[in-house]
T-cell receptor, first 113, second 116 residues
Framework: EDKVVQSPLSLVVHEGDTVTLNCSYE??????LLWYKQEKKAPTFLFML????IEKKSGRLSSILDKKELSSILNITATQTGDSAIYLC?????????????FGKGMKLTVNP | NAGVMQNPRHLVRRRGQEARLRCSPM?????VYWYRQLPEEGLKFMVY????????ESGMPKERFSAEFPKEGPSILRIQQVVRGDSAAYFC??????????????FGPGTRLTVL
């Protein structure tokens, strides 16, 4: 069964700290890995990773994929209270001719002032 | 250009009643995905539909749940005879292209179903 595991499941930090979120996966026919940020509404897309070792950056957020280790990390530097959210990792897997997203449970980040 | 719309945003049902959740995809999108998010769990795929077709329903519970995406109108996720365990947030996402580019999958705000 396809599986995506995130760690830690929750984290509390102070503004200005740097955090690293981990995501590991076991899926059949991996196609891509995606990170989402979910506040009190719909998940919003952050990154899509398909190639190993290539870092993607967007402001204070960055992410990289390691296909050998079947994992990805999401880094957030100089955290702000607005970064408080649930961060979801999802893997696009191909099964029987159909592609679907398999999500991890999410990591709840709380950034205190 | 309105995004993905879902209604109602909050729905309260008593055990045994029916719940109907609606999803209007983004303009021009013909692919709709339904996900369920249970408390303390991630999003779980339920069903993928195109207009008038169910493409993949491998994530749908075998009983009481059904989905449709008619030629005209929104996609409907229907839950018959709801039970407490159905209480969850149900998200709809739409995309205009398949099978690649999941970064093009846009999520609606979700419907929070509470079963009393």
């Amino acid at each position: 069964e396809d599986k995506v595991v995130q760690s830690p499941l929750s984290l509390v930090v102070h503004e200005g700290d740097t955090v690293t979120l981990n995501c590991s996966y076991e899926v059949t026919n991996f196609r891509s890995l995606l990170w989402y940020k979910q506040e009190k509404k719909a998940p919003t897309f952050l990154f899509m990773l398909t190639s190993s070792g290539i870092e993607k950056k967007s402001g204070r957020l960055s992410s990289i994929l390691d296909k050998k280790e079947l994992s990805s990390i999401l880094n957030i530097t100089a955290t702000q209270t607005g970064d408080s959210a649930i961060y979801l990792c999802a893997v696009e897997a191909s099964q029987g001719g159909s592609e679907k997203l398999v999500f991890g449970k999410g990591m709840k980040l709380t950034v205190n002032p | 250009n309105a995004g993905v719309m879902q209604n109602p945003r909050h729905l309260v049902r008593r055990r045994g009643q029916e719940a109907r959740l609606r999803c209007s995809p983004m303009k021009g999108h013909s692919h709709v995905y339904w996900y369920r998010q249970l408390p303390e769990e991630g999003l779980k795929f339920m069903v993928y539909l195109q207009k008038e077709n169910i493409i993949d329903e491998s994530g749908m519970p075998k009983e009481r749940f059904s989905a449709e995406f008619p030629k005209e109108g929104p996609s409907i996720l229907r839950i018959q005879q709801v039970v407490r365990g159905d209480s969850a947030a149900y998200f709809c996402a739409s995309s205009g292209i398949y099978p690649s580019s999941y970064n093009e999958q846009f999520f609606g705000p979700g419907t929070r179903l509470t079963v009393l």
